[in-house]
């Protein structure tokens, strides 16, 4: 008998029909013999409602009220499936965040999971009942709910085959699988059966919405197959994975383009120590992400630095990097939202040659300027003009041969 962990993101979960369809594949696990842990995300579009009426509330709208409104989507949909499968003759039990009980740290919005109590859960499989809980939900340790961020069914599924030491965990969306890229801008994009933990991080980290990247990050520590499969269809599939001598022989593996990025510029920067820190802690004291981040030559004394954050954090990140950079004598801040980051990225890189060269060319050719750039062992990443996102996924697609296999 298998432990399974089945996530359902909100296209899955849309309406009655496909919640029906999701009690199905929980039911054909159970009758395989198997002991069958359901996630769930909330409709699809519910989050966004919530955040609106939020925003229409006040327009900063207080953290921990903000997490407890917007959790409530998650709360419907678990216990819909969980009425659904009882009238179907397999109980089932439904959990919130703060029943399991799923720990996390005080960070709302983006809270980070400390520990789950597994025991309620146990209980209730080996009652025989199919357990279904609410993903992208938590309780820190004042009892206040907390949510994960955009992407949090994911990692909450993760977590809790890890903590459960399930066997395997299958990730349900609209989609069949991982693609080397974005079918919807590639039509030669072609699905991976497989791809390693490493790959799969980079991808999510670079604009794939496949996995949120926290997900695929406690899937590598803690060892959990992780299957990503179509709601929809009984075809393909992709396994996330430890690395194999197979993924190797692969150059590049896959190209992802991110257009929620916004590039600023802190310009004329005394070049001493502690200006870093002076821009940055302020940031990551709000819990704003950094991404790429360059600094040109000292000239004078003086420098420019030139950083990228998610579109949606620009708002705050402005605010803060603007009242920095009045502290430490900065000339002026220049923001740029209308770019975009484009990533090639492959576990083959590493031991492979020319790579950079062949994507600086391809983008050339094409006459698509590059204003940053980042590295690492199996990824590469330019900052560029957002109109010419399609164009260089395209003719990044086609120069590293990644088109389907005939």
């Known amino acids: 008998m298998a ?25 054909r696990e159970k009758k395989a013999g198997n002991k069958v842990v359901v996630v769930l995300s909330a409709m699809a579009g519910e989050t966004d409602r919530l955040i609106a009426l939020a925003h229409k509330a006040a327009d900063s709208p207080d953290p921990r009220e903000y997490d407890s409104l917007i959790s409530t989507g998650e709360q419907v949909t678990v216990t819909l499936l969980s009425i659904v499968l009882n009238s179907m003759g397999h109980p ?8 399991v009980k799923i720990l996390t740290d005080k960070a709302y919005k983006k809270a980070r999971i400390v520990s789950i109590d597994t025991e309620e859960i146990k209980k209730e499989l080996k009652k025989g009942r199919i357990v279904v809980v609410a993903g992208f939900q938590g309780v820190d340790d004042d009892n206040n709910i907390t949510t994960l961020g955009r992407g949090g069914s994911d990692t ?25 890229t974005d079918p919807n801008v590639c039509d030669k994009a072609r699905r991976l059966d497989k791809i390693s933990y490493d790959e799969m991080l980079e991808m999510a980290m670079t604009g794939a919405k496949v996995l949120q990247p926290r997900s695929v990050e406690m899937a590598k520590k803690y060892n959990v197959p992780v299957y990503v499969k179509s709601t929809f269809s009984e075809e393909g599939g992709t396994l996330v994975t430890k690395e194999d001598k197979d993924m190797e022989k692969e ?41 790429m981040i360059i600094q040109n030559a000292s000239l004078e004394g003086h420098t420019d630095l030139t950083f990228t954050v998610s579109k949606k954090d620009l708002k705050d990140a402005q605010k803060i990097v603007n009242s920095a950079a009045k502290k430490i004598g900065a000339k002026k801040v220049e923001v740029d939202d209308d770019v975009a980051k484009i990533s090639i990225i492959g576990v083959g890189m590493a031991s492979h040659s020319g790579v950079a060269a062949t994507m600086f060319k391809t983008l050339a050719d094409e006459g698509i300027n590059i204003m940053m750039i980042s590295t690492s062992e199996i990824k590469i990443s330019c900052v560029i003009q957002r109109k010419y996102t399609e164009l260089a996924v395209t003719v990044l697609h086609n120069a590293f041969g990644l088109e389907k296999k005939k």
């Not at 432990?3 to 039911?27: C, E």
């Not at 089932?92 to 029943?99: C, D, E, I, K, N």
């Not at 190209?255 to 200006?275: E, L, N, S, W």
């Not at 940055?280 to 709000?286: A, D, M, N």
């Open 92 to 99: 089932a039990r439904s959990f919130l965040g703060f029943q």
């Open 3 to 27: 432990l399974i962990v089945q996530k359902f993101g909100g296209t899955s979960v849309a309406d009655i029909d496909k919640i029906k369809n999701v009690a199905q594949k929980a039911i």
């Open 251 to 291: 150059v590049v593996s896959g190209i992802t383009y991110d257009r929620d990025q916004a590039k600023i510029t802190v310009v004329h920067v005394p070049d001493k120590p502690g200006i870093a820190a002076a821009l940055f802690t302020p940031l990551s004291e709000q819990n704003i992400s950094v991404d």
């Open 156 to 180: 909450s599924a993760v977590a809790l085959a890890a903590a459960l030491k399930a066997d395997q965990c299958d990730i349900y969306t609209d989609v069949d699988g991982v693609y080397t």
